[in-house]
């Protein structure tokens, strides 16, 4: 092979290594297994993640999150993001829930929260909801689909994080996610902003960045 055709693809290959995060999220169904310590391809994790069959609503796996229970507002969880620009809105669905013999107790919910991230990584501001919360019916799917935006001024990336968080009275939980999606979309019409399918259940933490 000549220089030039090796330096060509040296390039070629270069790009594509330096191509921002794709468009859309990797692996929402956690089929995949991740590489090194990660659980999941696509997905960086902290706390206590795993891959279960429970609850799988596409294919056979879901993500199996549960909460730390170390005396504070603790939080296990998953993330992964995509790209944005300042004034887009990403689209968010996915499946929640958790079984009978590991419910969520008390305080303890689910975290389902849009991170705004600079160029640096750095947080910007986040929007935090929760999909999964104890008064939810057990081994039952809740289908969680919300609107979420605008990026603010200096936003790069969406990063979506999902996990689970408990407060410092400790009550546990375990919460399954899986079909996850976050696309983004033109911003929305004032119908789009009236619509909600998650009633009163928008829960905002200061507490925790
Ligand atoms: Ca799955």
Redesign the pocket.
Known sequence: MSRAALSLILMVAGALLATPAQAQLVNG???SSGIGPETFLGWVEFGDVSSSTDL???????ARIGAPQNGGYDVSAIHQGIPITPGQFVHVTLNSGFVTATPIVGETRSLVNVEWRDSGGGLISYNSLASSMSCDAPDSIHSFERIIGPAPTGAVEARLLLGIINTPNNQPGVVHF??VKMVIIAPPTKLDIQWNDFGSRTIEWSGFT
Not at 56 to 62: E, I, L, S, V, Y
């Open positions: 169904s956690f089929e799988a609503t596409d294919g056979t796996k879901t899986d079909e």
